[in-house]
């Protein structure tokens, strides 16, 4: 298993690597990143979400899965609850640089990386299960991400949560409970499933185009402190209470796989937005993605035994 899974993050690497290449060769110019962005986010991944409903779920399990969602909002409770005593051991202490470390702390990678590790390893089931817990990591990205790093606006929280990706969930679930995916053409299915399995490569290619030239080691001691609490911390304190609960097997496994992931590599983004630091949180996302590749398979054994 552990092989599996160190196997399917290097794939990652290797499609991050061909992003740094093609911005090296001006394939892609930095004007150009969020125009890509907005259209793997907004429409590939939008087919591919609601693909992986129609094709994996089980409506059978519903009774079962309700408790995805719960769990993708409670890992970022954990890290926003780790986050106010971790903060108080940063170098860097102004305001900017402490509210991005806290939002670090609580938001994760829960979306792109997750794909290809649940798909490569447990099947389009676990990817099914994944969407369905990226409800309660979307409403956490909405209010406690962006309330650390803005303040809580619940007018403009609830508006951004309903995003294409969620109302293509709502959309493939109702069709799976009422039994019509199989009246779905066989021709049609396939282009969503051919375009959902483009989607995340080129999400992982235009990450990588993103991050070349991030300035790594600018916040060398608090950067590792980030890794520290993103990588070992937080999952861990997040997964105990878990671990107690006797959750279907599957649903655990798809939990564990997320609370493992590093930092989004959207947060930079976040941080131009919303108000931060574009350059820490830049920094931090390269380094625990970097640094995944030994925690998360070390970690997922360790658990999962």
Excluded at 76 to 88: E, P, S
Excluded at 109 to 115: G, R
Excluded at 277 to 291: G, L, R, W, Y
Aim: glycine content about 8%.
């Amino acid at each position: 298993m552990s092989q599996s899974l160190l196997l399917s993050i290097l794939q990652i690497f290797g499609f991050l690597v061909i992003g740094v290449v093609v911005r090296i060769l001006g394939y892609i110019k930095s004007e150009e990143v969020d125009r890509w962005s907005a259209f793997t986010i907004d429409i590939l991944f939008t087919i591919t979400v609601f693909s992986s409903m129609i094709e994996g779920l089980d409506a059978g399990r519903l009774r079962e899965l309700w408790v995805l969602p719960v769990i993708g909002f409670w890992l970022a409770t954990a890290g926003w609850i780790a986050g106010f005593g971790l903060k108080c051991c940063l170098k860097h202490r102004d305001m900017d640089t402490a509210k991005t470390f806290h939002y670090l702390c609580a938001i994760n990678n829960s979306a792109y990386l997750p794909v290809i590790i649940l798909a490569s390893v447990f099947g389009k089931e676990a990817v099914a299960n994944l969407f369905l817990l990226n409800v309660g990591s979307t409403v956490a990205i909405w209010t406690i991400g962006v309330g650390l790093l803005k303040g809580l606006d619940i007018k403009e929280s609830l508006r951004k949560m309903l995003t294409p990706n969620l109302i293509a969930l709502i959309a493939g679930m109702v069709i799976v409970v009422a039994g019509i995916q199989v009246y779905i053409p066989s021709v049609v299915r396939g282009v969503l499933a051919d375009a959902g399995a483009i989607t995340i490569p080129l999400i992982l290619i235009i990450i990588g185009a993103t991050i070349w030239g991030t300035p790594v080691l600018r916040y060398g001691r608090d950067t590792a402190l980030a890794i520290v609490a993103r990588l070992v911390i937080v999952p861990i304190l997040s997964m105990l209470p878990l671990m107690a609960l006797r959750l279907p097997h599957d649903v655990f496994v798809v939990s564990l796989v997320v609370a493992l992931m590093p930092a989004p590599a959207i947060a930079p983004l976040f941080t131009r937005r919303f108000g931060g630091n574009t350059d820490f949180a830049a920094a931090v996302s390269v380094a625990t993605t970097a640094i995944s590749l030994v925690t998360v398979p070390a970690l997922f054994c360790l658990f999962s035994g």
